[in-house]
């Protein structure tokens, strides 16, 4: 196959062996470009958005002041916060020696307002009860209770205990050297 000649009229001919063929005329360049029918674009106009909403998150679930969004985000609003801080604590009372204790439960053992500056508590039962002696204050709570007393051992007015061993070495069920003091 061989192309035998273009002429500037443009009719291609082609020669195959013996034969030849003639291709149908095409456009030429000088011709005028196709038209093209002429549209015009209009711009796509989008639905309004809804508004956005929220509500307020769970406390059980979210801080407070976080909002739920209907576009499905979180954020902060003013509205959703219900933190309300603590009331101030206030003293409520002096316990123990030099312990504080709050009003919102809370203790102290360096609040200025429960040191006192007595050497060792009082006895709160002035008049009744067991006289104060820091040594048998065993639990340091400013009172001497009766299973923290000494007794006779300290050569004191006998304890319960004194008196419930001197009776169990009497009816002799209690021996050796406990029952010495009791005369047994």
Known sequence: MALAGCGRDSTPVISVGTSTITAAPTASSSAA???????????V???EPAPLTFECGDLSLYQSGTALYSDGSTGYEASCDTYVPPAPKTLWYCDYPQTAVYSDGTSSSIDPACF?????????????????????DRNGDGVVNGYERCGLACGQEPTSGDIQTQHGCEAGYITGPLCERFGG
Request: aromatic share 6%; net charge negative.
């Open 116 to 136: 006192t500056s007595e050497p060792e508590p009082t006895n709160p039962n002035p008049g009744g009860g067991y006289p104060y002696i820091a040594e048998e």
């Open 45 to 47: 106009v989008s639905p």
């Open 33 to 43: 470009p196709p038209t093209v029918p002429s549209t015009t674009i209009e711009p």
